[in-house]
């Protein structure tokens, strides 16, 4: 089926320093998102972003989080500068239309930040 | 505040039985109900999903009901096998552009 590849899977970084996860959609979709998993639990959405604008974000969603993609490549979070609390799974997802359709999920980044 | 309530947080059910995962909500906008399965490492899947127009919805194993006065939905896994142990999230939408999950239930199918 449609996949939605995240590069790279495990990325460790040092406190204050910037990190961007990149996100490749399935390619024919509108939609992309963000989410934020913490120890295998809860999946706490961070932001989604159509036709080049967030549509929306969320509490989480803090001033030192920007999302982009740049001329239909890769979709990409970028943390700067991050802090302790930012460790956790980093979901990038995908869909053709708006939530209501299926949305695709990649495999998710690990950031440890140290 | 917590949109989706999930229950139970991990269940152990044997190879073959029925496996039955619960789920309310409080936003009455919500239209959407799917249901994600994950396994340890990867992304969440879909499993089935439920319109609010609906009561029902079959597929294979696996059936969603959504009770929409109780704002209330279910996960029925009939013969369970170890292969369906892994984490299911159901979740709601209103046609919008996201998607709220349940904090999630680890099922575990021992053989």
């Known amino acids: 089926g449609p996949k939605v590849l995240q590069i790279p899977s495990h990325q460790i970084i040092d406190m204050g320093q910037m990190v961007t996860l990149n996100c490749d959609p399935v390619s024919n979709h509108l939609y992309f998102y963000w989410y934020k998993q913490i120890l295998g639990q809860q999946m706490e959405f961070l932001v989604n972003?159509?036709?080049?604008?967030?549509?929306?974000k969320s509490k989480l969603f803090k001033d030192q989080f920007s999302v982009e993609r740049p001329d239909g490549s890769y979709f990409t979070l970028k943390i700067q500068p991050t802090a302790l609390e930012d460790s956790a799974v980093y979901f990038c997802?995908?869909?053709?239309?708006?939530?209501?359709?299926?949305?695709?999920f990649g495999k998710g980044t690990r950031l440890t930040v140290v | 505040q917590q949109q989706v309530r999930q229950s139970p947080q991990s269940l152990t059910v044997w190879e073959g039985g029925t496996t039955v995962l619960t789920c309310s909500y409080e936003?009455?906008?919500?239209?959407?109900f799917p249901w994600y399965q994950q396994f340890p490492g990867e992304g969440p899947a879909l499993l089935i999903s439920i319109l609010s127009v609906s009561d029902k919805k079959e597929d294979g194993r696996f059936t969603t009901f959504f009770n929409k006065r109780e704002k209330k939905l279910s996960l029925h896994i009939i013969d369970s096998q170890p292969g369906d142990s892994a984490t299911y999230f159901c979740?709601?939408?209103?046609?919008?552009?996201?998607?709220?999950f349940g904090a999630g239930t680890k099922l575990t199918i021992k053989p």
């Open positions: 972003f159509y036709n080049g604008k967030v549509m929306e």
């Open positions: 936003d009455s906008t919500f239209n959407y």
């Open positions: 997802a995908s869909s053709f239309w708006t939530a209501n359709t299926e949305v695709f």
């Open positions: 979740a709601a939408s209103y046609g919008n552009e996201k998607i709220t």
